[in-house]
C-alpha cells in the first residue's frame, strides 16, 4: 500500500502501488492540517475528461450541513441526518458516459489521497453497518445509503448520467492537497484511468 508521510516523500510523480500512470503531488507541509473542507483544484467542481473526452467525471465536495441538503432534496431526508453520527468526507461524485458502450465504475477500487497516512478506501455498507449508532431510523437509513452513494459495481449505460454519493472516513490530518482516484473504470473491453484533483482549505486559521 502506498502512503504519504511528511517530510519523507514530497513530491509523489506515480501511483504505480495503484495502477495508475498519471501524477499526483503530494506536497510538504510544516503541520498537518486538522480542520478542514476540499474545495476543486480549478473551478466549480474538480472534472476530467477520458478516452478522446468522452467520459466526464466530475465530483464536489460537501461538508456536512450541504450534506444534510442534498440528501433532502433527493428525499433521503433521514439519511442525511443518520451520517452526521459519522466522520466522514462526501463527495457528490457524477459520471457522465458520452460513449456508445456501457462504462462500469468498481468504487471499490477507488481511492481518496490526503497527503498523509495510506490511500483511503470508500465507505461501503458494511462499515455503516457497523458504525451507526442502533436506533429506530437504522434500517431505513441502511435501505437508502444503497440507493444514494456509490456502494457497489455500476454500469452507466451509454448517453446516460449517474450522480450519487461518494464517502470516505474522515481522516484525523490531511496536506494541502487532495485527490480522488480511479483505479479501474471499464468502458467495453477497455481499462481507464482517472483523477479528480482538490485543494484543502484550513478552516482552523
Known sequence: ????????????????????????????????????????????T??????????????????????????????????????????LVAFVLSVDNGSDQNLILDPGSIRLAVGYGPLLSPYNYAHFYMELPRGSNRQRILEDL????????????????????????????VGPEA???FERLYLGGEELQAVLDFKTVDLGK
Open 1 to 44: 500500500m502506498m502512503t504519504y508521510k511528511l517530510g519523507i516523500i514530497c513530491k509523489v510523480r506515480s501511483l504505480a502501488a495503484v495502477g495508475l500512470g498519471v501524477a499526483f503531488l503530494a506536497s510538504c507541509a510544516s503541520s498537518a492540517i486538522t480542520l478542514f473542507e476540499l474545495v476543486p483544484a480549478q473551478g466549480q
Open 46 to 87: 474538480s472534472k476530467v475528461s477520458i478516452h478522446n473526452d468522452q467520459v466526464v467525471l466530475s465530483a464536489r465536495y460537501l461538508d456536512a450541513g450541504e450534506r444534510v441538503t442534498y440528501l433532502r432534496e433527493k428525499g433521503y431526508e433521514a439519511l442525511g441526518l443518520g451520517l452526521r453520527q459519522v466522520p
Open 146 to 173: 444503497r440507493k444514494a452513494t456509490f456502494d457497489k459495481s455500476t454500469t452507466i449505460p451509454p448517453g446516460q448520467v449517474n450522480e450519487k454519493l461518494l464517502l470516505f472516513k474522515r481522516p484525523e490530518e
Open 179 to 181: 485527490a480522488v482516484l
